[in-house]
């Protein structure tokens, strides 16, 4: 299973950007997808997960009303629209798959290698 993440680059604060990552090696409608990242110097941490069909979706509170997470089932891709991006916002942006359809009760099971964001003032 490969997963290709694009999109990251340099944006201004309060501007947008939107990542897209593209899933091959495995029916990709029949499992739930999400994207983590990591800033330089902090942990990992989750930033939006979607389940199979698109109809759920999960946030990070700090993330909820300015990233929003789809998905295209016959393009193979999730994508994350992120608006209103603040300088903390900066940090590798890696998609992930988990191990079933839906979110809940299941654990990401392939990561990709990320996207840099960096968010300037």
């Known amino acids: 299973v490969q997963l290709q993440a694009s999109g990251g680059g340099l944006v201004q604060a309060g501007g947008s950007l939107r990542l897209s990552c593209v899933v091959s090696?495995?029916?990709?409608?029949?499992?739930?997808m999400g994207w983590f990242r990591q800033a330089p110097g902090k942990e990992r941490e989750f930033v939006a997960s979607?389940?199979?069909?698109?109809?759920?979706?999960y946030y990070a509170d700090s993330m909820k009303g300015r990233f929003t997470i789809s998905r295209d089932n016959a393009k193979n891709t999730v994508y994350l629209q992120m608006n209103s991006l603040k300088r903390e916002d900066t940090a590798v942006y890696l998609c992930?798959?988990?191990?079933?359809?839906?979110?809940?009760?299941?654990?990401?099971?392939?990561w990709g290698q990320g996207t840099l964001v960096t968010v300037s003032s």
């Open positions: 090696g495995r029916a990709f409608d029949r499992y739930a």
């Open positions: 992930v798959t988990y191990d079933g359809l839906a979110v809940v009760g299941r654990e990401v099971d392939y």
């Open positions: 979607i389940n199979w069909s698109g109809g759920t979706t």
